[in-house]
């Protein structure tokens, strides 16, 4: 490890030498002198400027790993979705260079926040799983691990939010309009991938079947690469992304027969591809172009590594030494057939070592357990795009439950839930069912959910293979999530206990001592209010609407869906609400209640949800009998807002309905920044809840086993509702129009999903979580005890840095340990 990189950095990055770099870009990037540019070419200039220090670190990562012996793995992370965020300030602190950037910024007339803000977030995904791959990617460097992410360059990421009437609007989310300055795009690495047309057969000379795919369409894949560094290591890993281009972006015949159009009919067709990201929770089976993105980036991705893997002088049966695939989910699980069939049909590979190849190379994270988030793709479908890979498929398959009946016998039922073909109604391919046949690995994201997991959703696989099953718990990056985003907090931790925490998060320990140091107890205070202030500042900028900064903030951030049950919570509001009316005297605490999610284009239950948040508050926010002890705002677009939001929280609402989240990485985020947790006994909270201690967090609610027993024993929330007086007037509240100018029907579908079904028990858990808040109120008026809990919260949080997990993959599924990135052959370029 090169331990000089510090040192290192302050030389050669010295201000002079940042101004002029910047004073250079400037001109020379942007073609803008200083007096005509706009605050965008600043932030431009200074991009390029910081990118420049990146570069070399960069480089030599990408040598070295590229000439790594036989017996040094990358590990490749296949991700439909990476959000990995703004890079310029991370990467400023990763380098260790952002108080001299922000002085060289200064002292050139500008200011280091403002070019940030210009930064586009690029919305390479739709929440979580996109933001774990990013942490992950991060960890990697950090850990300093041959990675490269392997994804696709989206043209419009997931939508922007825009509130309307209390409705969402979703609007184009153009990331890339104004430039990147972050990616190198390498047309000389392209690759091409098929699709379409038919396969021919064939028998070789020694008598094997053979076959050839005849491709109706050939798409080329270009790759655009963006450094990932690493907290002051010199490591600095690869993300490659992919745009689909067609290989001819212009027909002449087709121009010179007058068929405009026509000339340029591939070039469109082809970069649909990569043109959008689909937004989560839509109804996919029957999207065509989901598929077609799946299985470009998987193709791409599989091309290029086998590629890289030849010229490095290796040979295909030590493709798995070389390279550890990690499936995101099952969105790239083609990938295990696109792989066999490379290595088959271009390779010449017999099928006994092709699947032994491929079954060393994959594993798989599974992040589902709701069965309408399991993918599946119709066969037809498949076959009409993939011909080739539907072949392969039937042949694993036929394999596979071949083997199963000679060794498990005949149980009819068992093998049809084995088999990756659904012939329930209309026939599917099941990619989870495929992706843990092909992979030698299966985990899942939090203990609660492997369990269920190992004993549900996957049980018949886990029969089958219990070695291949084990639990990773997701963890987040202390350095975003932390040091990026509350330097305030940074400092006071790195005051008492060094900076040694920020790669080793487990030494957060060391702050359980100060928890009973009254000053101590006061700094962390002031640096939550200090957030607090900021944020209410940011509501009022925003939303005009005044808040107060010594209020309990009580946060809800995440997609709005039914299962997270931002209902639940309105259902606590209101009910504060209704003590308000009934009572105008009435003790309560005060509350800032926070929102803010995106929910999934076509989910009306969700969109109404929103509108329900916004009537609510409109009615609360402006009742003189409430004054200023209630307010209850809704922040749109929230990916920017994570930033301040999680460090300004008092209280982090975890409620999902137990067994239905499968981690959650936000109630780490908050837990990080020291808010305390209301949760279910569910997914990561349970985790949270064992390390930061019982008496640190407000646990409500069914468990997972509860929750299962009472729907068994038929779950009927008619009787909660006629049970619990309290309940049925706020239910009756809602229905009744009073929030929504009188219309009685605006909430009916809510409301009626409630109470004919309420498949999420609101109902069952309604008394338990009002209890739990009311309590919440009580502790929050003891200033000293809420201040030891939120500093035991961060304390003990170090189980859930993406670097333990991080370890756990790389000494557990992907066996690759840590190479050290040299500079001595390094030259810095004149600036
Ligand atoms: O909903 C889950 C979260 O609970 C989890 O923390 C996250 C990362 O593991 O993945 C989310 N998720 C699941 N996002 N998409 C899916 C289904 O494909």
């Known amino acids: 490890k090169d331990t000089s990189s510090d040192n290192d950095n302050q030389q050669q990055v010295s201000i ?32 390029y400027t910081v990118r420049d220090r990146l570069l070399p670190r960069w480089l030599n990562t990408v040598r070295t790993v590229t000439q790594l012996s036989d017996n040094t793995k990358v590990v490749s992370c296949l991700s439909s979705e990476f959000m990995v965020g703004p890079h310029l300030v991370n990467h400023l602190i990763n380098l260790g260079i952002y108080d001299q950037v922000r002085q060289a910024v200064e002292e050139s007339g500008l200011d280091l926040q403002k070019l940030a803000e210009q930064e586009p977030e690029p919305g390479l995904g739709n929440g979580s799983l996109g933001r774990l791959a990013a942490c992950y990617m991060d ?5 300093e691990i041959p990675a490269i992410g392997y994804g696709i360059r989206y043209e419009f990421g997931t939508f922007k939010q825009q509130i309307r009437d209390g409705w969402q609007v979703e609007i184009t989310d153009k990331w ?8 190198i795009v390498r047309p000389e690495s392209a690759v091409e991938v098929k699709f379409g047309g038919y396969t021919e057969g064939y028998t070789d000379e020694e008598g094997n079947y053979q076959a050839t795919w005849v491709p109706h369409q050939v798409v080329k894949g270009i790759p655009y690469d963006t450094p990932i560094s690493g907290y002051k290591v010199n490591t600095v890993n690869t993300l490659r992304l992919w745009k689909a281009e067609a290989p001819e972006s212009f027909n002449f015949q087709a121009f010179n027969l007058g068929d405009y159009y026509g000339a340029v009919d591939q070039k469109v067709v082809s970069e649909n591809i990569t043109k959008v990201l689909y937004p989560n929770d839509e109804h996919i089976p029957g999207r065509q172009l989901r598929l077609e993105q799946q299985f470009f980036l998987a193709s791409c991705a599989l091309q290029d590594m086998i590629r890289w893997h030849l010229k490095s002088g290796g040979n295909l049966e030590t493709f798995p030494d070389k390279f550890a695939v990690q499936l995101n989910d099952t969105h790239p699980a083609i990938a295990i057939v696109e792989l066999m069939r490379l290595l088959m049909d271009e390779h010449h590979i017999q099928w006994h070592d092709a699947w032994e190849i491929t079954q060393k190379t994959f594993s798989y994270t599974n992040h589902t357990l709701l069965p309408e988030a399991l993918e599946k793709w119709p066969v037809n479908l498949l076959g009409r795009l993939l011909p080739r890979h539907l072949e392969i498929i039937y042949e694993i398959n036929r394999r596979f439950l071949e083997e199963v009946r000679n060794s498990n016998g005949r149980d009819g039922h068992k093998i049809a839930r084995l088999s990756l073909i659904d012939e ?24 609660l959910h492997t369990e269920l997991l ?35 907090m940074t400092k006071l931790i790195s005051e008492k206990i060094g900076e040694h925490w920020i790669t080793h998060l487990d030494d957060l320990r060391q702050l359980e001592g100060f928890a009973d140091d009254g000053d101590f107890r006061y700094r962390w205070g002031q640096v939550k209010l200090d957030l607090k202030r900021s944020l209410a500042g940011h509501i009022q900028q925003r939303l005009g609407v005044t808040v107060n900064p010594e209020s309990l903030f009580d946060v809800q951030v995440k997609p709005i869906h039914e299962y997270k049950r931002q209902h639940l919570n309105i259902l606590h509001i209101v009910t504060l609400y ?18 803010a999610g995106k929910a999934a284009p076509g989910y009306f239950m969700a969109k109404l949800m929103i509108k329900l948040i916004h009537s609510v508050a409109e009615v609360i926010n402006h009742d003189p009998d409430v004054g200023d002890r209630l307010k209850v705002v809704f922040l749109p677009d929230y990916n920017v807002l994570c930033q301040i939001l999680y460090p300004a929280a008092d209280l982090s609402e975890q409620i999902s309905t137990a067994g ?69 007037e706020i239910i009756d509240l809602i229905g009744s129009g009073h929030f929504a ?34 309590s919440i109120s009580r502790v929050w008026c003891d200033r000293d005890r809420w201040l030891k809990m939120s500093i035991l919260n961060t304390a003990r949080c170090g189980k859930f840095s993406s670097d333990r997990a991080i370890r756990e993959y790389c000494d557990q599924i992907w066996h690759s340990s840590p190479v050290s990135i040299q500079l001595a052959d390094y030259v810095q370029p004149q600036t």
């Not at 960890?139 to 850990?143: F, G, H, K």
């Not at 109604?425 to 843990?436: F, H, P, T, V, W």
């Not at 069914?702 to 049925?728: I, M």
Request: contains cysteine; negative net charge.
């Open 16 to 47: 002079e030498n940042l101004r002029h770099s910047l004073a250079d870009n400037l001109f020379y990037i942007t073609g803008k002198y200083t007096e005509i540019a706009t605050l965008n070419d600043f932030y431009l200039a200074l991009a």
């Open 454 to 488: 190992t004993k549900d959703t996957l049980g018949d696989f886990y029969e089958l293979f219990p070695h291949k099953f084990s639990n990773k718990t997701n963890g987040v990056t202390p350095r975003r999530w932390l040091v990026q985003n509350n330097p305030g």
């Open 139 to 143: 960890s990697l460097s950090t850990l």
């Open 660 to 728: 239905k989240e499968v981690s959650g990485t936000g109630n780490m985020k908050f837990c990080l920044n020291g808010a305390l947790t209301i949760g279910t006994w569910d997914a990561a909270n349970i985790e949270i809840c064992q390390e930061v201690g019982q008496e640190n967090f407000f646990r409500f609610g069914l468990t997972a086993d509860e929750v299962y027993q009472r729907k068994a024993e038929g779950y009927n929330p008619w009787d909660y509702y006629y049970g619990n007086s309290q309940l049925k």
């Open 424 to 447: 329930t109604g209309e026939r599917y391919i099941r990619m989870a069912n495929l992706a843990c046949l092909g992979s030698h690995s299966i985990n899942g994201v939090a203990e």
């Open 578 to 595: 209704h003590r308000i009316k009934q009572d105008p005297t009435v003790n309560i605490t005060p509350r800032t209640f926070i929102f």
């Open 741 to 774: 100018d009188e219309d009685s029907t605006l909430f009916q579908p809510l409301i009626d999903s409630l109470l004919h079904q309420d498949q999420y028990m609101l109902f069952a858990d309604y008394q338990s979580y009002l209890d739990c808040q009311d």
């Open 176 to 183: 890339l309009q104004k430039g990147n300055p972050w990616e």
